[in-house]
């Protein structure tokens, strides 16, 4: 079986290396190299058992365990999210990686909100991102200023350095809310700018971004919307590979679209509750609390049904 993969990011690095294992396969990106964008926030549980499939300890890309994630004021002890070094970790597996096409029976769109070999998702809900790396000398917690569309973020990277941006409908409202993050916590803009960059993130779940397959193209990671309603998409694109390289090598692709949606249920719930709050439909909003709560308290930080209920008081 050949396997040419499009798309050399989370997903389809990933890929790639489960599949060198067996198969014949090529991979290709339109980048020249990973660039350092955000995303360097992983659930760290998840993200170490999947990594260790295919040689790589985490631990070792593993920057900062904040103890803390603050959101609006909101201080929620941090259980399993660790910022770990994307950009390198992802340099390093580019060095393991033939880049090349080859004629292939299955391609795998791998290209994350670009989405470019399946169908265009109609109502697609792609978001703009800004994001800098920054120095401030303030305490290695996670800090976020959210409001219903979206939000902004300060991760620490280690010697004083961090990723700041946001995340909203337009980047004129992004960088408002980057604004807003800065007078929340102090993080002053005088303070060098070492680089910025933008991005885009697709927040729809995988049920809204149907088909995953079509002709001999199948769809992993951000491409077929696994990306929780919270912005996490670094777990669920590598776990999204997995599930693909599991069908695969057990001859059994027609279970891959069944596999991707009750793997991602939870991502589901999320998405419903991130619309009902921002459609202001509370009593929905509340009835799905227990979920999140639940799902979050295990993938993230630590949280109460009444933290979240102050939390969704606070958001304009
Ligand atoms: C600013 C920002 C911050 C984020 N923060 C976090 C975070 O802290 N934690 C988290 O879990 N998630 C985060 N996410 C989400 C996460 O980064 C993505 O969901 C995840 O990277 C998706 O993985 P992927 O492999 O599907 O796509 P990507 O990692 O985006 O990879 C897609 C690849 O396809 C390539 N490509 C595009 N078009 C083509 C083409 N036509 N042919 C070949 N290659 C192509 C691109 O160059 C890229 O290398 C963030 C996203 C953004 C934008």
Same mark, same amino acid.
């Given at each position: 079986?050949?396997?040419?993969?499009?798309?050399?990011?989370?997903?389809?690095?990933?890929?790639?290396?489960?599949?060198?294992?067996?198969?014949?396969?090529?991979?290709?990106?339109?980048?020249?190299?990973?660039?350092?964008?955000?995303?360097?926030?992983?659930?760290?549980?998840?993200?170490?058992?999947?990594?260790?499939?295919?040689?790589?300890?985490?631990?070792?890309?593993?920057?900062?365990?904040?103890?803390?994630?603050?959101?609006?004021?909101?201080?929620?002890?941090?259980?399993?999210?660790?910022?770990?070094?994307?950009?390198?970790?992802?340099?390093?597996?580019?060095?393991?990686? !033939?880049?090349?096409?080859? @004629?292939?029976?299955?391609? %795998?769109?791998?290209?994350?909100? *670009?989405?470019? #070999? /399946? &169908?265009?998702?109609?109502?697609?809900?792609?978001?703009?991102?800004?994001?800098?790396?920054?120095?401030?000398?303030?305490?290695?917690?996670?800090?976020?200023?959210?409001?219903?569309?979206?939000?902004?973020?300060?991760?620490?990277?280690?010697?004083?350095?961090?990723?700041?941006?946001?995340?909203?409908?337009?980047?004129?409202?992004?960088?408002?809310?980057?604004?807003?993050?800065?007078? !929340?916590?102090?993080?002053? @803009?005088?303070?060098?700018? %070492?680089?910025?960059?933008?991005? *885009?993130?697709? #927040? /729809? &779940?995988?049920?809204?971004?149907?088909?995953?397959?079509?002709?001999?193209?199948?769809?992993?990671?951000?491409?077929?919307?696994?990306?929780?309603?919270?912005?996490?998409?670094?777990?669920?694109?590598?776990?999204?590979?997995?599930?693909?390289?599991?069908?695969?090598?057990?001859?059994?692709?027609?279970?891959?679209?069944?596999?991707?949606?009750?793997?991602?249920?939870?991502?589901?719930? !999320?998405?419903?509750?991130? @619309?009902?709050?921002?459609?202001?439909?509370?009593?929905?909003?509340?009835?799905? #609390?227990?979920?999140?709560?639940?799902?979050?308290?295990?993938?993230?930080?630590?949280?109460?049904?009444?933290?979240?209920?102050?939390?969704?008081?606070?958001?304009?």
């Amino acid at each position: 079986m050949k396997v040419q993969i499009h798309g050399a990011g989370m997903a389809g690095s990933f890929l790639y290396m489960l599949l060198n294992q067996d198969f014949e396969v090529g991979i290709t990106d339109t980048r020249k190299k990973p660039d350092c964008r955000c995303a360097w926030g992983i659930a760290y549980s998840e993200a170490k058992e999947l990594y260790k499939e295919i040689g790589i300890d985490l631990e070792e890309y593993v920057l900062i365990r904040p103890e803390y994630a603050i959101a609006n004021g909101l201080r929620l002890r941090n259980k399993n999210i660790v910022i770990f070094d994307r950009k390198r970790l992802l340099e390093d597996l580019w060095d393991q990686i !033939e880049f090349r096409k080859i @004629e292939a029976k299955i391609h %795998i769109d791998a290209t994350g909100f *670009k989405r470019a #070999l /399946l &169908p265009k998702i109609k109502s697609d809900r792609v978001y703009p991102t800004i994001q800098t790396v920054e120095k401030h000398n303030i305490d290695d917690n996670i800090y976020i200023y959210a409001r219903k569309t979206g939000y902004a973020w300060a991760f620490p990277l280690g010697d004083d350095r961090w990723h700041i941006g946001a995340g909203d409908l337009n980047e004129t409202r992004a960088l408002e809310l980057i604004e807003m993050l800065r007078q !929340e916590y102090g993080f002053k @803009e005088k303070n060098g700018k %070492i680089c910025s960059c933008k991005a *885009k993130i697709r #927040l /729809l &779940p995988p049920s809204a971004c149907k088909p995953f397959k079509v002709g001999d193209v199948f769809g992993i990671g951000e491409a077929i919307g696994c990306v929780s309603g919270a912005g996490e998409g670094n777990v669920p694109s590598l776990k999204s590979a997995k599930i693909f390289y599991e069908c695969l090598i057990n001859d059994k692709l027609e279970a891959y679209e069944y596999r991707i949606l009750s793997e991602f249920s939870w991502i589901e719930e !999320e998405h419903k509750f991130v @619309e009902a709050v921002q459609n202001g439909k509370r009593l929905t909003a509340l009835l799905k #609390l227990p979920k999140i709560v639940s799902i979050e308290s295990k993938r993230s930080v630590s949280q109460s049904i009444g933290d979240l209920i102050r939390f969704m008081k606070v958001l304009k």
